[in-house]
């Protein structure tokens, strides 16, 4: 069944697939368009999560009923239905408060369960890490808590001494209290990875690596492309959360600078905001990039929906003002007829590429676009070289991007782009005269790139 467990796994083994009622609601800032999109992406929750949708009620309301969510009436209907179609459980598009979920259960006869409780179900299932079950546990825990239940005086216990008697602490306390001090020492672990993860990143701070992340909704083909650029070998399943972990490797760009390359979790509409907090620390990779390399899924509708799904995300985790390519991704899965439909939709968003991470095809292109957008976040710098400095010649070709070179008296010319640090570091063989571009335009003129977005 689509329950949580205590330690990050399913209480139940599913032996057998469950049949589940999926249950939408709108609203009136919703159209019935979108829960239905939202309905059909639950299903494809409850599917990799083990379980078979056998029916789907979709329901107009003003407003959320507080103590059913949609009315007592509609909730009756509801468990005649799943008793009609044998339904293990009904699972709700909109995530429930505790109490709503009570009442549905005693309604109902069966689960009720929210699109937040099948997400993270999914997260425990694929959590391989160490660190990735971590994570997962603080999520399930900090969502279990306020729907701990009571079990009566019967399970009270009493301690001894003046001022104790009567019926004691409930079993419901100490359940409480036997989650929240599993949650400090999950967050004080998660504490010390953020700490190593810190030291990583000053480290490649200090060796003006520059990084990329892979970022986008679900199954948009991260981890595919990520094979594709570098062999990473990393599990490519057709099926949402198979990539929880990060995954970073070495990329060399065609303009020759090596880069780090990581993949990172996907995102999907209604995100749970535990999960947003517990995965924070592997996030942070996201947010400490130079570049990110936005994948979109083009076969799929509602296409802008996912977009704005990835940014409003990304904007939660501190990363929105890190630049960003948008790259189509499967193009290969567009039917005949499409290319009109791909250009329009390039065009809707300049800069954009397209692309296939399964075959190969335009990932020339995109690393090009790479090299260009990382050449706009540095400086062109021409630098007077003495022949007999090989040292900083070879230096300036491994830290920056050499975009000229000749030789002047006594010396090499060399016109360079460089991030600050290297500035600062090559900042004695700096040319007297103004020699320094910052505009972007400058630099883009120099390296030949288009500037596009």
Known sequence: MLTIGYHGVSLIERSFRERIVLVGV?????????????????????????????????QRRVRPDPATYVGRGKASELAQLADAVDADTVVFDDELSPAQQRNLEAILGRTAID??????????????????????????????????????????????????RGPGEMQLEVDRRRLLRRMHSLEASLADVSRVRAAQRKARQRSRTRGISLVGYTNAGKSTLLNQLT??????????????????????????????????????????????????STLEVVGDSDLLVHMVDISVPAVELRIEVVRETLAKIGASSVPELLVFNKVD??????????????????????????????????????AGRLAMTGTLVELAVPFARGDIMAACHREGEVVDERPADGSVLIKVILDPPARARFAEFACPRASVESRQGEVMRATGQNARG
């Open 115 to 164: 699109r937040t409780a099948v997400i993270l179900d999914i997260f425990a299932q694929n959590a391989r890490t160490q660190e990735g079950k971590v994570q997962v546990e603080l999520a399930m825990l900090g969502y279990r808590l306020p729907r701990l239940r009571g079990r009566g005086l019967g399970m009270s216990q009493q301690a001894g001494g003046i001022g104790t």
């Open 333 to 370: 899965q567009l039917g005949p007829g499409a290319d009109g439909s791909l250009t329009r939709k390039l065009g809707e968003y300049p800069g954009s590429l397209a692309l296939s991470a399964f075959g190969g095809a335009g990932v020339e292109d995109m690393l090009d676009a790479v």
């Open 26 to 58: 709108v609203f009136d800032r919703r159209g019935v368009d979108e829960v239905e999109a939202s309905l059909d992406e639950l299903a494809s929750l409850v599917n990799t999560a083990g379980a078979d949708e056998v029916a789907r009620v979709v």
């Open 231 to 280: 062999g990473a070998g990393v599990l490519v399943e057709d099926r949402l959360f198979s990539t929880l972990d990060p995954r970073t490797r070495k990329l060399r760009l065609p303009s020759g600078e090596w880069v780090t390359c990581s993949d990172t979790v996907g995102f999907v509409r209604k995100l749970p905001h535990q999960l947003v907090e517990a995965f924070r």
